[in-house]
Protein backbone atom coordinates (compact mmCIF):
# COMPACT_ATOMS: atom_id res chain seq x y z
CA UNK A 1 0.00 0.00 0.00
CA UNK A 2 1.48 3.46 -1.28
CA UNK A 3 0.70 5.29 2.33
CA UNK A 4 2.33 8.62 0.61
CA UNK A 5 0.21 8.40 -2.06
CA UNK A 6 -2.58 7.85 0.08
CA UNK A 7 -1.72 11.06 2.88
CA UNK A 8 -0.92 13.33 -0.64
CA UNK A 9 -4.55 12.66 -1.88
CA UNK A 10 -5.60 13.38 1.56
CA UNK A 11 -4.13 16.68 1.41
CA UNK A 12 -5.29 17.89 -2.06
CA UNK A 13 -9.13 16.92 -1.17
CA UNK A 14 -8.73 19.07 2.10
CA UNK A 15 -7.98 21.96 -0.05
CA UNK A 16 -11.41 21.58 -1.33
CA UNK A 17 -12.96 21.90 2.10
CA UNK A 18 -16.28 23.95 2.61
CA UNK A 19 -15.61 25.47 5.93
CA UNK A 20 -17.18 29.18 6.39
CA UNK A 21 -18.57 28.36 9.62
CA UNK A 22 -15.40 26.75 11.91
CA UNK A 23 -12.57 27.89 9.08
CA UNK A 24 -11.09 23.80 9.73
CA UNK A 25 -10.46 22.11 7.03
CA UNK A 26 -10.18 18.72 6.81
CA UNK A 27 -9.46 16.16 3.76
CA UNK A 28 -9.58 12.30 3.97
CA UNK A 29 -8.99 9.76 1.16
CA UNK A 30 -10.28 5.89 1.19
CA UNK A 31 -8.09 2.97 -0.58
CA UNK A 32 -10.59 0.63 -1.08
CA UNK A 33 -10.27 -3.36 -1.61
CA UNK A 34 -10.04 -2.78 -5.65
CA UNK A 35 -7.40 -0.50 -5.05
CA UNK A 36 -9.21 2.43 -5.97
CA UNK A 37 -8.78 5.08 -3.90
CA UNK A 38 -11.81 7.69 -3.01
CA UNK A 39 -11.21 11.31 -1.58
CA UNK A 40 -13.54 13.51 0.27
CA UNK A 41 -13.64 17.30 2.31
CA UNK A 42 -15.85 18.44 4.66
CA UNK A 43 -18.99 20.19 3.86
CA UNK A 44 -20.47 22.34 6.23
CA UNK A 45 -24.30 24.02 6.38
CA UNK A 46 -25.37 27.56 7.59
CA UNK A 47 -27.96 25.20 9.62
CA UNK A 48 -24.87 23.67 11.06
CA UNK A 49 -26.32 20.14 11.61
CA UNK A 50 -26.34 18.46 7.62
CA UNK A 51 -22.67 19.22 7.68
CA UNK A 52 -20.47 16.49 6.55
CA UNK A 53 -17.03 14.91 7.88
CA UNK A 54 -14.19 14.55 5.07
CA UNK A 55 -14.22 10.78 6.24
CA UNK A 56 -17.81 9.88 5.30
CA UNK A 57 -17.54 12.21 2.37
CA UNK A 58 -14.77 9.95 0.82
CA UNK A 59 -16.58 6.99 2.06
CA UNK A 60 -20.06 7.87 0.66
CA UNK A 61 -18.54 8.39 -2.82
CA UNK A 62 -16.76 5.16 -2.95
CA UNK A 63 -19.94 3.22 -1.30
CA UNK A 64 -22.36 5.11 -4.25
CA UNK A 65 -19.89 3.43 -6.76
CA UNK A 66 -20.32 0.63 -5.87
CA UNK A 67 -17.15 -0.17 -3.55
CA UNK A 68 -18.01 -1.97 0.29
CA UNK A 69 -14.49 -2.55 1.65
CA UNK A 70 -12.11 0.10 3.35
CA UNK A 71 -8.89 -1.23 3.13
CA UNK A 72 -7.53 2.25 4.45
CA UNK A 73 -8.31 5.55 4.98
CA UNK A 74 -5.62 8.56 5.48
CA UNK A 75 -7.12 11.69 7.06
CA UNK A 76 -5.38 15.33 7.31
CA UNK A 77 -6.85 17.98 9.55
CA UNK A 78 -5.86 21.50 10.61
CA UNK A 79 -5.40 20.81 14.30
CA UNK A 80 -2.10 18.56 13.48
CA UNK A 81 -3.06 15.27 14.19
CA UNK A 82 -6.28 15.03 13.48
CA UNK A 83 -8.89 12.51 14.39
CA UNK A 84 -12.04 10.78 13.14
CA UNK A 85 -15.49 11.90 15.18
CA UNK A 86 -17.26 9.27 16.98
CA UNK A 87 -19.78 9.05 13.99
CA UNK A 88 -17.16 8.42 11.00
CA UNK A 89 -15.52 5.72 12.94
CA UNK A 90 -18.91 3.92 13.14
CA UNK A 91 -19.23 4.34 9.34
CA UNK A 92 -15.45 3.31 8.69
CA UNK A 93 -16.63 0.01 10.89
CA UNK A 94 -19.36 -0.26 8.66
CA UNK A 95 -17.51 -0.51 5.53
CA UNK A 96 -13.85 -1.82 7.09
CA UNK A 97 -13.57 -3.81 10.12
CA UNK A 98 -10.18 -4.38 9.68
CA UNK A 99 -9.15 -1.25 7.74
CA UNK A 100 -5.70 0.61 8.75
CA UNK A 101 -6.35 4.45 10.06
CA UNK A 102 -3.62 6.58 8.94
CA UNK A 103 -3.81 10.21 10.81
CA UNK A 104 -1.25 12.11 8.96
CA UNK A 105 0.57 15.86 9.95
CA UNK A 106 2.52 15.37 6.53
CA UNK A 107 3.47 12.56 3.91
CA UNK A 108 6.05 11.44 6.35
CA UNK A 109 4.54 12.70 9.61
CA UNK A 110 1.80 10.13 10.40
CA UNK A 111 0.26 7.82 12.77
CA UNK A 112 -1.35 4.54 12.05
CA UNK A 113 -4.21 2.63 13.96
CA UNK A 114 -6.67 0.05 13.48
CA UNK A 115 -10.42 0.54 13.47
CA UNK A 116 -10.48 -1.78 16.27
CA UNK A 117 -8.19 0.44 18.27
CA UNK A 118 -10.23 3.77 17.61
CA UNK A 119 -13.48 1.64 17.88
CA UNK A 120 -13.38 -0.98 20.48
CA UNK A 121 -16.02 -3.82 21.33
CA UNK A 122 -18.05 -1.84 18.41
CA UNK A 123 -21.92 -2.12 17.02
CA UNK A 124 -22.06 -3.67 13.60
CA UNK A 125 -23.58 -5.42 10.87
CA UNK A 126 -23.03 -8.77 12.38
CA UNK A 127 -24.64 -8.32 15.11
CA UNK A 128 -28.09 -7.39 13.65
CA UNK A 129 -27.86 -10.31 11.60
CA UNK A 130 -26.88 -12.46 14.84
CA UNK A 131 -29.64 -11.05 16.32
CA UNK A 132 -32.35 -13.60 17.68
CA UNK A 133 -35.86 -12.91 15.70
O1 LIG B 1 -12.36 14.15 11.87
C1 LIG B 1 -13.02 15.16 11.59
C2 LIG B 1 -13.33 16.14 12.55
C3 LIG B 1 -14.05 17.25 12.14
N1 LIG B 1 -14.44 17.37 10.85
C4 LIG B 1 -15.14 18.60 10.41
C5 LIG B 1 -16.57 18.78 10.75
C6 LIG B 1 -16.69 20.30 10.72
O2 LIG B 1 -16.86 20.74 9.39
C7 LIG B 1 -15.34 20.78 11.19
C8 LIG B 1 -15.31 21.21 12.64
O3 LIG B 1 -15.83 20.19 13.45
O4 LIG B 1 -14.45 19.71 10.96
C9 LIG B 1 -14.15 16.42 9.91
O5 LIG B 1 -14.46 16.56 8.72
N2 LIG B 1 -13.47 15.32 10.32
ZN1 LIG C 1 -16.69 12.71 11.45
Do not use: W
Not at 47 to 52: A, E, G, L, Q
Not at 59 to 82: L, M, P
Not at 84 to 100: M, T
Not at 115 to 130: R, V
Amino acid sequence: MDKRELIKSAFKAKEKAYVPYSNFHVGAAVLMEDGSIYTGCNIESASYSPTNCAERTAIFKAVSEGKRKIKAIAIVGDSGYTYPCGVCRQVIREFGLDAIVIIAKSEDEYKEYTLEELLPYSFGPEDLNNAKK
